[in-house]
């Protein structure tokens, strides 16, 4: 783990104090010895020096910000930045092109994203001309990494709001033009309910998201993650959902998913019947894979027939 990583896990209170990388350096160790009767009184005083951990040295730059989480991106960001942040082309998505195909473009319209992890598509969305970006984001690692693209890449017309999906939702009177939820719903507990209330604020949604299929249970290193199924009723749709843990992915600082240790993931079937019955007349499926890497997947662009030019 790098000495940046390490000074983050401590601002966030992940895991143990560790001590600062200089303590076994013997000209360090002498430098103790001369310590001021001033530091003294800090450490007395509990406060030490870590803070000055926190601090960068050299002129302002995106790397450097983007070093504040170093070790923890999923994305890969534009070149210069590409060489220092993750892998997945969230930057450059086909699902967010196809998306973009389908609906014949996003010019100026109001759109909540829901769940951006790293702003990646939030950028797509604002390079495409959207008027405004408002995305909600639980997990407050990601929610500050949005804030550091947002500064590096300088985006204007998108606002990230700390909190959660389902208290957005159920509090939000507003309305959109689209609602993203990429990536989103089979991290939720409750995904029948989420799903609902998306459908309450946009006449067009797009989703990604996984499924459940039996076809996982061929797959050792999916099923794994499967526990009990549990039959449910919300008004007169029944369905089942399947209870997903997320184990050993949550030691990961740069852990992306739902915000308990389990979440429930539906049947394809159940999640076209939600929309459905929401509404949704035109339902256009892309990006459909039985067997994704971490299981059955698919695109979604939902809208209500008076949004469909
Ligand atoms: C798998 S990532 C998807 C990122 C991106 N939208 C994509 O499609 O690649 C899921 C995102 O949703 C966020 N998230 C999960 N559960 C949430 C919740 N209950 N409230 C707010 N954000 C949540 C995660 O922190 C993460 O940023």
């Known amino acids: 783990m790098s000495g940046i990583t390490r000074r983050v896990s401590r601002l966030f209170g992940g895991g143990p104090r560790p001590s600062r990388e200089t303590d076994t350096d013997p000209s360090h160790q002498a430098a103790v010895a001369r310590t001021t009767s001033s530091q003294h009184e800090n450490a007395a005083l509990g406060s030490g020096d870590a803070i000055l951990d926190s601090y960068v040295q050299g002129a302002p730059s995106g790397k450097q910000a983007l070093e504040i989480f170093a070790g923890e991106w999923s994305s890969r960001l534009p070149p210069p930045y590409d060489v220092i942040t993750g892998s997945s082309e969230l930057f450059e998505d086909a699902r967010i092109k196809w998306m973009l195909e389908v609906i014949g473009g996003i010019e100026g319209y109001r759109i909540l994203e829901l769940g951006p992890l790293e702003a990646g598509h939030t950028t797509m969305l604002e390079r495409a001309g959207a008027g405004t970006i408002t995305a909600v984001e639980g997990n407050t690692r990601a929610f500050l990494k949005c804030l550091i693209v947002k500064e590096v890449l300088g985006l204007e017309r998108s606002h990230f709001l700390c909190g959660d999906i389902h208290g957005f939702l159920a509090e939000c009177t507003d309305r959109f033009d689209l609602c993203l939820a990429s990536g989103v719903l089979y991290h939720m507990r409750d995904p029948v309910e989420v799903l609902n209330a998306m459908a309450r604020v946009s006449d067009r949604l797009v989703l990604w998201t996984h499924y459940y299929d039996p076809a996982v249970l061929d797959h050792p290193e999916i099923a794994v993650h499967f526990g009990s199924a549990t039959e449910r009723a919300i008004g007169d749709l029944t ?71």
């Open 239 to 309: 369905f089942t959902e399947h209870r997903y843990e997320y184990g050993e992915a949550l030691a990961w600082n740069g852990f992306c998913g739902g915000s308990a240790h389990y979440a429930n993931w539906l049947e394809r079937d159940t999640i076209l019947e939600c929309l459905r019955r929401a509404g949704f007349d035109s339902i256009e499926i892309g990006f459909d894979e039985v067997m994704a890497q971490h299981g059955p997947a698919l695109a979604i662009v939902a809208r209500r027939g008076r949004v469909v030019h």
